[in-house]
């Protein structure tokens, strides 16, 4: 079992930044893909971002390139990657979530599916005031 925490989420207002943070741990040693994908309310849940272990492939939702930033992990007892958001607006309001994947794909549309992934964490809530 892979346990992911979320945190950094919270009240912001539009234009400003945010970084939230994934800390996976237990089992880690197999997984491959750490991605980002968030939930507005009442909405389905969305890619946002993904990367592997290594750093050397990152994905994007097409939507979000520019803004959002995945950090290469870094990996010590725990594996940490952060999730960094710029220019924030009201419609990036929602809750965001961390995954953990044993699989590697050069796809971006197979790893922006979230059956792509076996571990999620609980969700940080980021709201985007106007």
């Known amino acids: 079992q892979v346990r992911l925490v979320e945190s950094g989420g919270g009240l912001v207002q539009a234009g400003n930044s945010l970084r939230l943070s994934c800390v996976a741990s237990?089992?880690?040693?197999?997984?491959?893909?750490m991605g980002w994908f968030r939930q507005p309310a009442g909405k389905e849940r969305e890619f946002v971002a993904a990367?592997?272990?290594?750093?050397?492939?990152?994905?994007?939702a097409d939507s979000k390139k520019g803004r959002f930033t995945i950090s290469r992990p870094t990996v010590e007892n725990e594996i940490t990657v952060y999730l960094q958001m710029n220019d924030l607006n009201p419609e990036d309001t929602a809750v965001y979530y961390c995954?953990?994947?044993?699989?590697?794909?050069?796809?971006?549309?197979?790893?922006?599916?979230?059956?792509?992934?076996?571990?999620w964490g609980q969700g940080t809530q980021v709201t985007v005031s106007s």
């Open positions: 995954a953990s994947s044993f699989r590697y794909s050069p796809a971006t549309g197979l790893v922006g599916q979230t059956d792509f992934y076996n571990f």
């Open positions: 990367t592997t272990m290594t750093g050397h492939s990152t994905y994007y």
């Open positions: 237990r089992e880690i040693g197999n997984i491959i893909t």
